[in-house]
């Protein structure tokens, strides 16, 4: 069965301050996908990236940046310089197979504070 | 374009009773997945629909059902609430079924409080 882990239930930073989000994934698919969602406390949300299991490339965007090593079954997100308006719960996602019928199993989530 | 909406944002209902939640998908899109989440569980997938059909469901109870219309709207019913049902409902979009393809857009959610 799938899972995901996300052992870091709150994180506080203050700003300019770089972090790293930490998510570890089971799976005994060699087809995949991960994914990184953030809800701010508006409640929705937001898409963040989306990697596939053949594509261990890194992914920089900005200031976020994502490291996905099957080795070790991680796809580790980093915030550089964080800001005030980063602070959200942040979500590391899988979904098995490569169908139409992919679903997706989420971590606990890590909720961020970044302090000014 | 316009995003997906939820509608109501927030519910507050009786144990015993039975409510009706509603999601409008962004224009084009075709399929519709919700998702609980609370506190103890995190988030949990429930049921997605494509084209008017159920095409995939999570582990929950018969309690929680849904359909889809024509024009891709959904609904979402949750009858004889209990207690645990507290959560926020979320309605996800996509062009196609399945996270994979195309993945998901994310409503604001509804929150029901069940008193």
């Known amino acids: 069965a799938q899972k995901v882990t996300q052992a870091q239930t709150e994180i506080s930073v203050v700003e300019k301050e770089d972090v790293t989000l930490d998510c570890v994934y089971e799976t005994r698919d060699t087809t995949y996908y991960l994914f990184w969602y953030k809800q701010p406390p508006s409640g929705e949300l937001v898409f963040l990236i989306r990697r596939n299991s053949f594509d261990e490339q890194n992914e920089i965007s900005g200031r976020y940046s994502w490291n996905f090593q099957k080795s070790t079954s991680s796809f580790n997100f980093t915030i550089t310089a964080s800001q005030v308006v980063d602070s959200a719960v942040y979500f590391c996602a899988l979904s098995e197979g490569d169908s139409g019928y992919s679903t997706l199993t989420f971590g606990k989530g890590t909720m961020l504070l970044v302090s000014p | ?115």
């Open chain 2, 1 to 115: 374009k316009a995003g997906v909406t939820q509608t109501p944002r927030y519910l507050i209902k009786t144990r015993g009773q039975q409510v009706t939640l509603s999601c409008s998908p962004i224009s084009g899109h075709r399929s519709v997945s919700w998702y609980q989440q609370t506190p103890g569980q995190g988030l949990q997938f429930l049921f997605e629909y494509f084209s008017e059909t159920q095409r995939n469901k999570g582990n929950f109870p018969g309690r929680f059902s849904g359909r889809q219309f024509s024009n891709s709207r959904s609904e979402m019913n949750v009858s004889t609430l209990e207690l645990g049902d507290s959560a926020l409902y979320l309605c996800a979009s996509s062009p196609a079924t399945g996270v994979n393809n195309y993945g998901y857009t994310f409503g604001s959610g509804t929150r029901l409080t069940v008193v």
